[in-house]
């Protein structure tokens, strides 16, 4: 008889955490490696769980596309590398897999994606950082300059991700469901646009994760390289379309996408939306405060 | 032959600085209406016929009854394609049952 260990790690990123469980101890290692500070022991309250069932690698299918979908109340979600399935109504679902990073990544970044479409909030291709205990979103497709800037952040800045920003209105949490994992708050803590960013462990070319902090949201930049440096106001419907063709979205459920195209413009009625125009100089932190 | 037409229950819609825009949920195509396009989609509540939408904007913009209706049907005609514009030739009083695109 062979005895194995289910290992337990609560990756805990948006203060939503996600208890993921294997049987291998060297996927909870990977695991731990990857996730580093957003891993949390398990606690006692009610999270997400997901089990993993490794299979052996295989050729993936490089071209084929994430698919998410809703079947019989689950979310069935697959790519080349993986198949899962989520149960919203039990918080409990699984992935088959290899023993790879990427490919819970991926069904992380939907779950949250998920996830945030039902609170008003959503996972958006950006750089953020924290500077003075406020948050700063630079948004931008691939190549604006992301991790640049995010490379010439100050010693004062804490940046929470260069590649994806996590975004949601600012609530607290109910008092019959406390999230004694919730990311540490900064100081100070002055009143914002009603939104909070958080870390996250989704790096881009910076291939580090995010500082595991959550900051009261002050402003999104679009971010346009260019000869100097300097911010520019854009007009609410510009603002609009800019902030959803950022959004990371997978699924195609009509609900859904009405509920993030009705955040959007919650998004840029209170969140203060710029273009800024900047030459990859550290200078341009100087116009961030 | 009277026309009626009727916005899609499912569509997701907002009125932003005077301006509307909506988008199909089922492609996340983005419309941005003028005021002519937004008149045209305030009316479309199934009941009011072409014809009176067309009375209207003559009525409230400088244009022709039949540049306004070559405008209104090419609008229109972009609308129902992504599923957001019903249009029919009697009255319609229920979203009609959905066609996946070809």
Same mark, same amino acid.
């Given at each position: 008889m062979t005895l194995t260990a289910t290992r337990e790690l609560a990756i805990d990123i948006g203060g939503m955490p996600i208890l993921v469980r294997t049987d291998s101890a060297e996927f909870a290692a990977l695991l731990e490696d990857r996730y580093g500070s957003f891993i949390h022991a398990p606690s006692g309250d009610r999270i997400f769980s997901l089990d993993i069932d490794l299979i052996p690698p295989r050729t993936i299918e490089e071209d084929e596309d994430v @698919?998410?979908?809703?079947?019989? =109340?689950?979310? &069935? &979600?697959?790519?080349g590398d993986f198949r899962a399935e989520f149960d919203p109504r039990t918080g409990h679902g699984w992935v088959r897999q290899s023993p790879n990073p990427y490919s819970i990544d991926g069904v992380l970044? &939907? $779950? +949250? #994606? $998920?996830?945030l479409a039902s609170e008003g909030g959503f996972l958006v291709h950006a750089a953020?950082?924290? @500077?003075?205990?406020?948050?700063?979103?630079?948004?931008?497709? #691939?190549g604006a300059g992301k991790t640049t800037l995010s490379r010439l952040a100050p010693p004062d800045c804490e940046v929470l991700t260069d590649e994806i920003s /996590?975004?949601?209105?600012?609530?607290?949490?109910?008092?019959?469901?406390? @999230?004694?994992?919730?990311?540490? +708050?900064?100081?100070?803590?002055? #009143?914002? #646009?009603?939104?909070?960013?958080?870390?996250t462990p989704f790096a881009g070319e910076?291939?580090?994760? =995010?500082?595991? *902090?959550?900051?009261?949201?002050?402003?999104? /930049? $679009?971010?346009?390289?260019?000869?100097?440096?300097? &911010?520019?106001?854009?007009?609410?419907?510009a603002a609009v379309r800019a902030v959803l063709r950022?959004?990371?979205?997978?699924? +195609?459920?009509?609900? *859904?996408?009405?509920l993030v195209f009705q955040s959007v413009f919650d998004f840029v009625a209170q969140v203060p939306v710029h273009r800024l125009i900047f030459t990859p100089d550290a200078r341009v932190w100087e116009l961030i405060a | 032959m009277t026309t009626y037409l009727a916005r899609s229950k499912q569509v997701a819609a907002r009125m932003? =600085? =005077?301006?509307?825009?909506?988008?199909s949920p089922r492609d996340t195509t983005l419309f941005n209406l003028n005021d002519v396009g937004s008149v045209i989609w305030e009316s479309a509540d199934g009941k009011t016929p072409l014809d009176e939408i067309i009375a209207r904007l003559c009525a409230e913009f400088d244009v022709t009854p039949d540049v306004a209706r070559q405008d209104a049907e090419t609008f229109i005609q972009e609308l129902a394609e992504h599923g957001i514009m019903h249009v029919s030739d009697r009255p319609i009083?229920?979203?009609?049952? @959905?066609?996946?695109?070809?």
């Open positions: @698919r998410v979908r809703m079947e019989s =109340g689950c979310w &069935i &979600i697959t790519r970044r &939907i $779950l +949250h #994606s $998920l996830f953020s950082a924290v @500077r003075n205990g406020r948050a700063f979103l630079f948004a931008g497709v #691939s /996590y975004v949601r209105p600012a609530t607290e949490p109910r008092p019959t469901e406390p @999230r004694p994992t919730e990311p540490r +708050h900064t100081e100070p803590r002055p #009143s914002g #646009s009603g939104y909070v960013a958080f870390g910076l291939a580090r994760i =995010g500082a595991n *902090l959550r900051a009261p949201l002050a402003a999104l /930049y $679009l971010l346009v390289q260019g000869p100097e440096n300097r &911010i520019e106001p854009v007009d609410p419907t950022n959004i990371l979205f997978f699924a +195609h459920d009509e609900e *859904l996408v009405g | 932003l =600085g =005077g301006e509307m825009m909506i988008m009083t229920a979203e009609p049952p @959905r066609q996946e695109p070809t």
